[in-house]
């Protein structure tokens, strides 16, 4: 089966395609953004990558000037078009309503005997239903779809309601399982783990800074490990003499951590803390459940509350402003080990269930499901 995938590249968007590679389909990626270049790691698919820019020579100059700008850069939909010609796909492929489904709806209606594939992500479908011209798009996107993933449950039912048609494939992992080997080192026991590890994200969406404010009310004497730290974080954490009083490291956006070395600190954590005020099923939250750490973790629209049940294998943050509560959560663990020993046993179950392989075997019986009907 021709398969043209439809996506801005992405970690995400790499991890998920890998599971297609020697899956004997014929994969073809245009890039929604259309400058981005040649992507080695993903030599198996042929890419359409660069073809925005009709002027490749000093083209970041071009870029800067509004009325030469709609010149120099070549239609979205008009693009589209022409490689889906050129490729004839059997299934198009579009990762992210807003951003790769509705520039390329009208050609897609225009071919609609072509099969189309929408995977939602993290706040596609739930942060943007709220907000009048992405609820256009999801409006006139979604009858259109043949079939779907989400990463979470929630997203497929709101899916539903939002007047999405097609058959659901099932939620999984927006990058596919995890490479449950890749540290090279067995799973720490609790007895062995020593750090809280924290995703310092600050913005529209996330709110890394209430958990720094919550750990800057109680008594924490385990070193605490800050990773894509907002830079709102180092600044609040720069005026707080009690939190300068705790054994705090950050790792910026930028000069961060590779994700082996990630890996390694979260083998290492007790605590995994993510807050946010929306999100899909968050990643960093399944990373930390394959690697041992409690997490406590925010859950927008019930989407962690899929994988956590509060207080057995995790603690669920109902309101990411509710600053009292997150610090609560952290004493309360910290106090129990009965509950992360618990916890512990419990997600080394979950974490089968989230291995590259098995992920990837379930992935693709789904796009062998889509070939049958095809064939038929």
């Not at 599971?19 to 073809?28: A, N």
């Not at 000069?255 to 007790?270: P, Y």
């Not at 041992?292 to 669920?316: C, D, R, Y």
């Not at 952290?330 to 974490?351: H, S, T």
């Amino acid at each position: 089966m021709k398969i043209l995938m439809v996506a801005m590249n992405s970690i995400h968007f790499r991890r998920w395609t890998s599971q297609l590679e020697k899956s004997g389909h014929e994969i073809y990626w245009f890039d929604i953004k259309g400058a981005g270049g040649y992507v080695p790691s993903m030599d198996y698919v042929e890419q359409h990558s660069d073809w925005r820019l009709r002027i490749k020579k000093g083209r970041y100059f071009f870029k800067k000037v509004p009325f030469l700008k709609s010149f120099i850069e070549k239609d979205v939909a008009k693009a589209f078009e022409k490689y889906l010609k050129e490729v004839q796909p059997d299934l198009v492929h579009s990762f992210v309503l807003y951003m790769s489904c509705a520039p390329i709806l009208e050609v897609m209606k225009k071919h609609s005997h072509i099969k189309w594939l929408y995977s939602a992500w993290g706040n596609d479908l739930y942060f943007y239903q709220n907000y009048p011209d992405y609820n256009k798009e999801i409006d006139a996107v979604l009858p259109h779809l043949d079939y779907m993933f989400a990463d979470c449950v929630r997203d497929l039912e709101l899916a539903k309601k939002l007047g999405f048609k097609g058959e659901i494939l099932g939620s999984y992992p927006g990058g596919g399982g995890y490479h449950l080997d890749l540290i090279n080192e067995p799973v720490k026991p609790v007895s062995e783990r020593d750090i809280i590890f924290v995703k310092g994200y600050q913005g529209d969406k996330h709110r890394g800074l209430n958990v720094l404010k919550a750990i800057e009310k109680i008594e924490v004497t385990e070193p605490i490990h800050v990773f894509s730290a907002s830079d709102e974080l180092i600044s609040y954490y720069r005026t707080s003499e009690n939190l300068k009083g705790k054994d705090i490291v950050f790792y910026g956006k930028n000069n961060g951590l590779s994700h082996q070395e990630f890996c390694k600190l979260m083998n290492r954590s007790l605590l995994y803390i993510g807050n946010n005020l929306s999100d899909g099923m968050p990643n960093t939250m399944l990373e930390a459940i394959c690697f041992g750490a409690f997490p406590i973790q925010s859950n927008p629209g019930g989407a962690s509350a899929e994988i956590i049940t509060n207080g057995k294998n995790g603690i669920l943050i109902e309101d990411c402003e509710d600053i009292d509560f997150i610090a609560d959560a952290i004493v309360k663990a910290l106090a129990d080990n009965e509950m992360l020993e618990m916890a512990f046993q419990e997600n080394m179950q979950v974490r089968k269930r989230l291995d590259y392989e098995y992920i990837k075997e379930r992935v693709l019986e789904k796009y062998r499901s889509i070939e049958l009907t095809l064939q038929n």
